[in-house]
């Protein structure tokens, strides 16, 4: 990570195809601000036109081009990033007519990603979708290869690692597959393990910085990275979290998403993501202060749907309701509209989720003899029970609770 007074002048360039909306492009810029700043640098200008499609030689026309050069020089930049993917030839062409370093997008958030990465798999998955995509810019680096190991676009494979050969880079890519298959079936051992009478397991989703993991420490009272930051979570986080006096929920909290997140990070990131069908129920914890709300709220169900994890039930968590936009519209129901910072709406936050919960489980009567104390603390601890009737005159405890349905 840079230090504040080593923070890299970045030039952002992008081109508005006729597949991008005003909405959509002018989400996509306000991003990439944020994104280097997450990353350590400092964007200094951004230079925009509106193509049909990109310029397959340099992105931009050859007028911009003039201008960006003229820029570089005025305002001593460091560091182009472009907004469009770019393919190795142009990356090499803008490198070589700039003479200054030049990634796109996705080499940004994975630059990002390797910052954020904790965990063994963590890394491994970061490191997996870095090599996969600079597989084909190995040849003719250039600039890029010479300053790899300092700045943003160069965390994670090192120098040496990413000058050897492409066979060498493929054995690395298939290493690295290899143990993340051997962590991945470690994982669902210990899955199935406790599938049977586990805990019922929420999940909480959403665009980056929705404030997934704010809401995570308020409802489970404990402690954990929150920053107003993008990619602040990376390595999912479980915290046992109580409803009605109920320990048997989980609650975990995953990566965000992001709009066109990197297919390479999807690839890579896909059995983590995946673990999600396993959920009971899925919080997509939605930012309702930001005037992007709606593009927000559609990239990630359609990553869900391309998970094809979209059959799992959903509850909306409008937060931010403090400073929500006044053009802020709940459009998905059922919802819940928070604070994470109010303790009210935390509590009606939580009798939502066991309304949501008890409507997606399956609803049973069971009778147990009043000297079963085994029985019914077993039922507490793996069921919900919503009651629990005394009868004098058999000596018995009537139970009605819901259980997790049969998965199919």
Sequence with gaps: ???????????????????????????????????????????????????????????VGSGKISEVQATIDQEMIDLVITLNRISPSVNRYLEE??????????????????????????????QLAQYEYLLPRLH????????????????????????????????????????????????????????????????LVGYTNAGKSTLLNALTDESTYTQDQLFATLDPLTRQLTI????????????????????????????????????????HVVDSSDSSQHLHEETVLNLLEDLKLDHLPILTVYNKRDVKSDQFVPTRIPNCIVSAYDKDDMEKLKENIWQ???????????????????????????RLVTSMDFNEEDQTYTIVGYKRKERE
């Design 140 to 203: 003719g680096k250039g600039l890029t290869m010479s300053r790899l190991g300092g700045g943003i676009g160069t965390r994670g494979p090192g120098e040496t690692q990413l000058e050897t050969d492409r066979r060498h880079i493929r054995g690395l890519i298939n290493n690295i597959k290899k143990e993340l298959k051997q962590l991945e079936a470690h994982r669902e051992r210990t899955r199935q393990q406790r599938a049977h009478n586990g805990p019922f397991n929420i999940d």
């Design 356 to 382: 949501e919960m008890i409507q997606n489980s399956q609803r049973y009567v069971e009778v147990i003899p009043a000297d079963r104390g085994d029985l019914l603390a077993w039922h507490r601890e793996h």
């Design 244 to 283: 009605n006096g109920h320990d048997n929920f989980t609650l975990t909290d995953t990566v965000g998403f992001i709009e066109e997140l990197p297919t390479e990070l999807i690839q890579a990131f896909k059995s983590t993501l995946e673990e999600m069908r396993h959920m009971d129920l899925l919080l």
């Design 97 to 126: 007519t700039l003479g200054v370093q030049t990634i796109d997008r996705t080499q940004l958030i994975l630059d990002i990603f390797a910052l954020r990465a904790k965990s063994r798999e963590g890394k491994l998955q970061v």
């Design 1 to 59: 990570m840079e230090t504040k007074e080593q923070k890299q002048r970045v030039l952002v360039i992008g081109v508005q195809t006729q597949e991008m909306d005003d909405e959509l492009f002018a989400t996509l810029v306000s991003e990439m601000t944020a994104l280097t700043e997450t990353a350590g640098g400092e964007v200094i200008q951004t230079i925009t036109q509106k193509l049909a499609k990109p310029n397959s030689r340099s992105l």
